[in-house]
């Protein structure tokens, strides 16, 4: 009784919606598998999952999100239905889906009604916490149980997890920990990397990547403070604008006294140098392999980090970064949570943090944190494919 009141309940709000159906395009032949991520955010194990499948069991990959997402060869993008029953009925008439995995916790129960009365398979990953879904809250009574219930198996991050989602309900739930993300890994010319890193000898180096115009001074002042612990140190400053390198190169000959190398120049960073100025952003994979230290520009008094964090992660460099993570907030706290990065809160604390980590031994534990986090997952997103060669193959 008190799931019929629920779904009932949210039936009726659901005839509220108005949001015009998107348009589908053909369906390819042969097996389709649905991915579904709430936000962008959560759709980059997602997407790694997508290329595993599409090249392992020669399937469509269907990759719902309400944001646009970077796609590959076998891929599609579509906003996910409206979560009302003859939506979803719809959707799944058009699609005729072979598997559907859903990511975090975001519940569509008519969805779920509708796979389960349909036999479709469900599974849930990188499951962190039940919800259901965003703009449809409410109290519907036995909803979101019965909604878990009908979820095969759900594939929690960790135990804090996986307890959230069995007091909601769900009948099977395993701690697997992470799907593999695509890796961060940038290419660099190893020749390149050889030479410069020759020049640069045994000297300590950080790097300060995308820097915006509002944080050239806290690098600076951050540069100048860890020189007094280390007078060697090398800046390899990348501005965001390529255009202000002269102007940088400039100001800090003549306030600081330094000795500035500008790429654009062809000019190399000899034993004399204090700050390198590369004039592209295009070559990071090459200074995050140079630079033992890496600070994330943008996050401390830009408009947000604008650089993935996995990139130095994957190249074994450590972290620093500000209080605003950008579109990164889900990524830094996996870092913090991992002791993976360093966190400052002002332009005092980044050369604090800087002058810190000129110690080898603390770069390097916070290097090897994050590429462990970076590299982490894999066994995850074999389980899945695995799941899904089972569905197709007919034992699930």
């Known amino acids: 009784m008190a799931l019929s009141l629920g779904r009932t309940l949210y039936n009726l709000t659901g005839r509220r919606l108005s ?8 369906r390819p032949p042969g097996d389709l598998i649905w991915l579904h991520a709430a936000e962008v955010g959560c759709s980059r194990g997602l997407r790694q999952l997508a290329l595993r499948l599409v090249v392992e069991l020669d399937v469509t990959v269907l990759l ?3 944001e646009e997402v970077p796609l590959t060869f076998g891929m599609l993008h579509q906003r996910p239905p409206l979560d009302t029953p003859a939506e979803t009925k719809a959707f799944l008439a058009h699609w005729a889906p072979a598997l559907a995995v859903m990511a975090e916790g975001e519940l569509r129960p008519a969805l779920l009604f509708e796979a389960a009365e349909q036999r479709l398979p469900v599974i849930m990953v990188d499951a962190r916490a039940p919800y259901i879904v965003k703009g449809r809250e409410g109290w519907y009574p036995g909803l979101m149980r019965a909604a878990l219930q009908s979820i095969g198996q759900v594939l929690a991050v960790d135990e804090a997890a996986a307890r959230a989602f069995r007091r909601a309900g769900a009948a099977e739930v395993v701690v697997s920990g992470r799907m593999e993300e695509p890796s961060a890994a940038l290419p660099y010319h190893e020749p390149e990397r050889a030479m410069l890193a020759g020049l640069m000898a045994t000297r300590p180096v950080w790097l300060a990547a995308d820097v915006p115009a509002a944080e050239e001074a806290a690098v600076i002042a951050a540069h100048r403070s860890a020189l007094r612990l280390a007078h060697r140190l090398l800046l390899i400053l990348v501005p965001q604008d390529p255009a202000r390198a002269a102007e940088l190169a400039a100001f800090m000959e003549a306030s600081e006294g330094w000795t500035v190398a500008q790429r654009s120049l062809e000019q190399e960073p000899d034993a004399e140098t204090e700050v390198y100025i590369p004039d592209s952003a295009v070559e990071y994979g090459l200074w ?3 630079a033992p230290v890496s600070y994330m520009g943008g996050s401390l008094l830009g408009e947000g980090c604008a650089r993935n964090p996995m990139e130095p992660a994957a190249l074994g460099s450590a972290i620093v970064y500000g209080p605003r993570p950008g579109g990164y907030g889900s990524v830094f706290g996996r870092l913090g949570a991992a002791q993976a990065a360093r966190a400052v809160g002002s332009a005092g604390d980044l050369g604090d943090a800087l002058s810190d980590l000129l110690a080898p031994d603390r770069a390097a534990r916070l290097a090897q944190s994050a590429w462990a986090l970076a590299s982490d997952g894999v ?3 074999d389980r899945v494919v695995d799941f899904a060669r089972g569905v ?5």
């Not at 949001?19 to 053909?26: L, N, S």
């Not at 197709?392 to 699930?396: I, N, V």
């Open 19 to 26: 949001e015009p159906t998107p348009a589908r395009p053909a």
């Open 64 to 66: 719902t999100c309400p």
């Open 288 to 290: 995050y392999r140079l």
């Open 379 to 381: 066994e995850v997103t």
């Open 392 to 396: 197709l193959d007919g034992g699930s």
